[in-house]
């Protein structure tokens, strides 16, 4: 269920809904479609109220998960269908159909049938026939869920070539962070019905409202330790067994909590530095812990390392040689520290 949803989508933008099952992408993104209504509020296309208007009058066109072509029909076929039915002339159809294959390198295609096309091929058809319709606005529901990681790849930039070649506005969902940080001009992140954050790639990343929108966006993730403020001198520390990050001047002058209160720090795993674990005096920020898990990944590995029982992922060097059961220490800038409250979860700073 969709929550007090206030989003403005600019014109030409490729936007891309992005949350966990059940956030409520896909209810919105159907109620911009027209195959859902709104319990309330207003849906405009620019200054057109179009609430009560159909959806084959939204000047949309939809690309789905499941491809959702017609197997009795060939790809030549399957793109003509929708300009048929609005009783296109034939030279338009064969110029537009040759036109979108062209685009997406399917003219060998045409006369096939879905049951002989592989999963990547179907999916261009599927583009192809939205292509045709030369809409105002796309939509597109978690298109590359079917496909393996490969093609996921190529058809993340097959779509943003399109995008840029079409110049319609683009509303694309799905699951995945990467396909977002990787695709979306902006990203509205959704979380329990609610839009929780909308930006640009890099606004989110290094500027997340609060712990959910930080958690979920970016990978590893970002590791998380509930600390306990500590104020000297006018600069605050964040601390507890195994922990102590000392903030930035700045960003002690704008954290509120008193002496004592707890907060959660935040750290993305590149931030960390792995140094010995003996490492330690009051101007070093440091995370101490024991390594719980390796995980090697070509040029880098991801270090799991249970600090107190919370986990946190450190990225380094391939030959960094750390092994499970070890005590290592992490260093980090104070700068790099976010903070979050340990009640709401909202961003501190």
Known sequence: MLRDCDLEIGDHEFLVLVGPSGSGKTTLLRIIAGLEDPTGGELYFGDRLVNDIDVGDRDIAMVFQNYGLYPHMTVRNNMAFGLR??????????????????????????????????????QRVALGRAIVRDPAVFLLDEPLSNLDAHLRLQMRTEILRVHRAVTATTVYVTHDQVEAMTMGDRIAVMHDGLIQQVGTPTELYDHPVNRFVAGFIGTPAMGFVTCTVSRKEGRVDLVRQ??????????????????????????????????????????????????????????????????????????????VDARPGEKVGLAVSGKSVHVFSSESGESLL
């Open 242 to 319: 195994g922990v102590n990050l000392r903030l930035t001047e700045e960003d002690s002058a704008k954290l509120t909590l008193a002496d004592g209160a707890v907060a959660v720090a935040g750290i993305r795993p590149e931030e960390f530095r792995l140094v010995p674990a003996d490492s330690w005096d009051e101007e070093t920020s440091l995370v101490r812990g024991a390594v719980e898990v390796v995980e090697p990944l070509g040029p880098e590995q991801h270090l799991i390392v249970d600090v107190g029982g919370e986990m946190v992922t450190a990225r380094v060097h391939r030959d």
């Open 85 to 122: 039915r609005r009783k296109v002339e034939k030279p338009e159809i064969d110029r537009k159909v040759s036109g979108a294959a062209k685009m997406l390198g399917i003219e060998h295609l045409l006369d096939r049938r879905p049951r002989q096309l592989s999963g990547g091929q179907r």
